[in-house]
């Protein structure tokens, strides 16, 4: 079946501007992870989607992170006023059930903010 | 606090010559671990999952071991399709459902 599938696979924008990744999960799995993967850096958590509970917010780095998921399915992480740090992969994750089950990634998407 | 290390950083085998992969963990309690295979320019690929100490998982030339500090990634007779980053994490109990992952083992496998 089709995996967890990230737009766009990569993404060029200037220092300052606002920009969107998006995230299809796989279909029927119903909690939804983000990660950043910095160069060498490992994988850093973002934050958490299961259902309809509040998402875990706790791995987001600045108020500039933000993430939405519509509908219990398709996810949109937001940065706002991008920054060079920012620069890195963002990987998106989603898993059958929550609770330590494992975790399929998206092929992710590069931010290069220039 | 929760914490991955793994080791060695990046390992060089010839085709053929076994080794295995080390990931130390500190966690206040293991939900689970899960080892992962990464590729240059993709995401994370599921490997294995280990829940309790002695444990063991296997795939083709892959074998994963846990204990309560520690998990093995052994490969044997690796071939040169084997390399890549190989990648492990923990769920912990106090940590919501986020994963905690170490800084990966580059590995590359030799003609």
């Known amino acids: 079946g089709a995996g967890v599938s990230q737009s766009p696979s990569n993404k060029v924008t200037e220092k300052g501007k606002d920009v969107e990744l998006r995230c299809d999960p796989i279909?029927?799995?119903?909690?939804l992870y983000w990660y950043r993967q910095s160069l060498g850096q490992g994988l850093e958590f973002l934050i958490y989607f299961q259902g309809n509970s509040a998402p875990d917010k706790s791995g987001l780095p600045s108020d500039r992170f933000s993430a939405e998921r519509t509908g219990g399915s398709v996810s949109t992480l937001t940065i706002q006023r991008t920054q060079q740090e920012d620069s890195a992969v963002y990987l998106c994750a989603s898993s059958l059930r929550e609770g330590g089950y494992e975790q399929y990634f998206g092929p992710g998407t590069r931010l290069t903010v220039t | 606090e929760d914490q991955v290390t793994q080791s060695p950083e990046a390992l060089r085998l010839q085709e053929g010559e076994s080794s295995s992969l080390n990931c130390s963990y500190t966690v206040s309690g293991l939900r689970g671990l899960f080892w992962y295979r990464q590729d240059p320019g993709k995401g994370p690929e599921f490997l294995f999952t280990?829940?309790?100490a002695g444990e063991e998982k296997e795939k083709e030339r892959l074998k994963a071991t846990l204990t309560k500090k520690e998990s093995f990634l052994h490969i044997t007779a690796p071939k040169p399709e084997d390399s890549a980053t190989y990648l492990c994490a923990v769920a912990p109990y106090n940590a919501g459902n986020m994963l905690t992952f170490g800084g990966g083992t580059r590995l590359m496998v030799k003609p």
């Open positions: 280990l829940y309790s």
């Open positions: 279909s029927g799995h119903t909690a």
